[in-house]
């Protein structure tokens, strides 16, 4: 079957801790998405990659980085630079034009301890 | 930022009920979609709408599109227990191929 793996499903993290969320999908699809949600909102994009070795920021990358060296694999690092982690983490890919409508992995929950 | 708003927020109906749940946006648009998010789960793609489209069906959605007013509205007909999810609708603009959602509407389904 076809589709988008996030892991961990849930993951805490220490002050000051680097921490990298995984995001694998099989749908060879070239454009992959990083979105955060907070409870109660709507999706806010953190970084996006249409090709292998190219990505561009979203609306709220501070604090976050990424890499695209494979097609099926979008990780995802939240530095200790991002001061407020906490949050509903969800990564989606799409063929190219989103027209044909994202698949979505299942979320990783980060908490900060 | 958020280029779309829901309205309700929240909607609680009983079952059978209709549900409508209403998009607005601020820019032109290339297309317009809907999703379902049931809670602590990723998103999952109901439908899509282009701007030169004014109505769609899928089974028992509907969705409309009004790019006068910049809004779309999502129509679930004879709800069940199993549509209770947050709905949120997404803008794909000109020239710019990432997606910018709303904020969802919670729907409750009273059985």
């Known amino acids: 079957d076809g589709g988008i793996t996030q892991s961990p499903k849930y993951l805490f993290r220490k002050e000051g801790q680097n921490v990298t969320l995984s995001c694998e999908q099989n749908?060879?699809?070239?454009?992959m998405y990083w979105y955060r949600q907070d409870p109660g909102q709507g999706l806010r994009l953190i970084y996006y990659s249409q090709i292998v070795n190219d990505f561009q920021k979203g609306d709220i990358a501070e604090g976050y980085s990424v890499s695209r060296e494979k097609k099926e694999s979008f990780p995802l690092t939240v530095t200790s630079a991002q001061k407020n982690p906490t949050a509903f983490y969800l990564c989606a890919s799409s063929p190219p034009a989103s027209r044909y409508g994202y698949t979505f992995g299942s979320g990783t929950r980060l908490t900060v301890v | 930022s958020q280029q779309g708003e829901e309205d309700p927020q929240a909607l609680s109906i009983q079952e059978g009920e209709n549900a409508t749940m209403n998009c607005s946006y601020k820019?032109?648009?290339?297309?317009l979609q809907w999703y379902r998010q049931n809670s602590g789960r990723g998103l999952v793609h109901l439908i899509l709408?282009?701007?030169?489209?004014r109505e769609k069906h899928s089974g028992r959605l509907r969705v409309t599109l009004d790019t006068s007013k910049k809004s779309s509205s999502l129509l679930i007909t004879a709800s069940r227990a199993a549509d209770t999810a947050s709905y949120f609708c997404a803008t794909d603009n000109f020239g710019n191929e990432k997606l910018t959602f709303g904020t969802g509407t919670r729907l409750t389904i009273i059985p």
């Open positions: 820019t032109s648009i290339n297309n």
């Open positions: 749908l060879n699809h070239d454009a």
């Open positions: 709408i282009r701007s030169n489209e």
